[in-house]
């Protein structure tokens, strides 16, 4: 009997575990007790079998390649479990078997799976079967161990939390007062960005995301949660539960995160469109108030500062909103009016599933030369040139998509309404997918403050439109 060893360990975070190697002694003293010459051995070490594992057996996929080969007639581990806890994975085994010497799956208990007769099959899969009833009820006893844990406040394991030691109970002091540091610095009327700022020039690297994490989690007050559930924790708070929820306020407020029209929701047409005509960065919207000025304007800026506390652009143009806003917004309506662009947006004569069904099988294509490459029906140059072709015809199937998707965003237009009279009834988002249908990128050249006056709809402002430039997709 031609002899394949296979060990597997589902977890072993130190690299260091003797277990595969024990599990190879005991399978070659069963071979060689046998008889049986061993051909090769396979491991896979720290992965699971079970249905939620996504990690790749390469060892496994190995000794598949050498059952194809016809080189083995048995599979030797010492039980079933270490090969398979999923019933599809012996499925495909079984239909190997069919076609190759295969003949029996044996285990070091005495176990023996033979896979040419009708009772051998019964077995293999009644034992794979089993376990995956098994690995259930595993996971269930794990489930109502980590919810008992909880009840008792208990650390349930896991990355060491921020401010904590290895065990999650001990405060670490040194991060502990980071932490409290932060809830000073934003009861004083500090911003999260300019905790990072600070932090990083300290030698950090932090991101306002994580930092809001860690100042947010209930677990800094001494409360252990667990599916929506609280707890006492037995581990002891850092900061005070007063301060806690004062700073919860804080961060949550909703003006600190929404432009100035205090709604919660976009206010700027041109988020992700607007550039600036120094240093080419994405200009955000703020709302900031002038010295003269009753209250907050909306405005877009260059940010010199990102979220990292990095410098990032030159921070030296800002803008009203407002007239850039109703400058491109008169623009695209404009451009839409022209007979040119209602050509350019009208969509092809294949519907959307006819160009998906195109663009998969042009995808599928590509995916057929690189194995034809890789097993030597292509030479390197015949796989570029067919590649060239290939991609080129995905590129002009996904320009028919883009088209497509085009015209039915015009096509939303109310019937009996021009667009014009849409675009004054419309939500923002939909303005915002209309413009960003023809424009391409908005860029604000620098220029002097009050050194012209532009007037629309009736209002005046110092704004010189000749340094805005729209940069258009169609």
Not at 40 to 64: A, C, H, I, M, W
Not at 253 to 262: M, P
Not at 314 to 333: F, N, Q, T, Y
Not at 432 to 439: A, H, I, Y
Request: aromatic residues 6%; glycine residues 8%.
């Amino acid at each position: 009997m031609r002899t394949a060893i296979y060990t597997r360990l589902s977890l072993d975070r130190s690299g260091r575990s003797e277990n595969t190697q024990l599990q190879e002694r005991e399978c070659r003293s069963f071979a060689e007790d046998q008889g049986w010459p061993v051909v090769q051995v396979f491991t896979d070490n720290d992965v699971s079998v079970s249905r939620y594992s996504k990690k790749p057996r390469p060892g496994y996929e190995q000794l598949l390649q050498l059952i194809r080969a016809g080189e083995i007639d048995a599979v030797l581990v010492t039980e079933m479990t270490r090969l398979y806890r999923r019933l599809e994975e012996l499925l495909e085994l079984l239909r190997l078997a069919e076609a190759s010497p295969l003949q029996r799956i044996q285990t070091t208990d005495g176990s023996a799976y033979l896979l040419s007769t009708a009772k051998g099959v019964h077995s293999a899969i009644a034992s794979v079967n089993n376990a995956v009833l098994e690995s259930r009820r595993i996971s269930d006893r794990t489930r109502r161990k980590k919810k008992a844990r909880a009840a008792e406040g208990r650390f349930n394991g896991g990355p060491r939390p921020f401010g904590y030691e290895p065990d999650g109970v001990t405060v670490r002091e040194s991060e502990a007062k980071v932490v409290r540091w932060c809830y000073e610095r934003l009861l004083a009327g500090d911003s999260l960005r300019t905790l990072v700022r600070t932090l990083n020039a300290e030698g950090g690297h932090w991101h306002a995301h994580t930092l809001r994490q860690i100042l947010t989690s209930k677990r800094i007050i001494g409360v252990r949660v667990h599916q929506g559930n609280e707890y006492p924790a037995v581990w002891p708070g850092i900061v005070d539960r007063e301060d806690w929820q004062r700073v919860q306020v804080i961060l949550d407020e909703k003006r600190r995160f929404v432009g100035a029209n205090k709604k919660g929701t976009r206010s700027y047409l041109l988020t992700g469109m607007a550039h600036c005509g120094l240093c080419g960065n994405q200009l955000i919207g703020s709302a900031t108030q002038g010295p003269r000025e009753g209250e907050p304007r909306r405005r877009y800026r260059c940010r010199t500062i990102d979220v990292y506390g990095q410098t990032t652009g030159c921070g030296k143009i800002v803008r009203m909103a407002e007239p850039v806003e109703l400058l491109v917004s008169e623009a695209v309506l404009h451009r839409l009016d022209s007979p040119e662009m209602a050509a350019a947006l009208a969509p092809s004569g294949e519907d959307v599933s006819g160009l998906l069904e195109r663009y998969n099988t042009q995808k599928a294509r590509l995916d057929d030369l690189i194995t034809d490459y890789a097993t030597g029906l292509l030479s390197r140059e015949q796989l570029a040139q067919a590649k060239s072709i290939v991609e080129e015809a995905i590129e002009a199937t996904r320009a028919e998509m883009a088209k497509l998707e085009r015209g039915r965003t015009v096509a939303a237009v109310p019937a009996g309404q021009t667009i014009r009279e849409a675009w004054e009834a419309a939500s923002l988002d939909w303005r915002r997918e209309l413009v960003g249908l023809l424009v391409e990128r908005v860029t604000l050249h620098p220029g002097r403050t009050g050194a012209c006056r532009w007037s629309y709809g009736g209002r005046t402002w110092q704004f010189d439109p000749r340094k805005v430039e729209i940069a258009w997709r169609v």
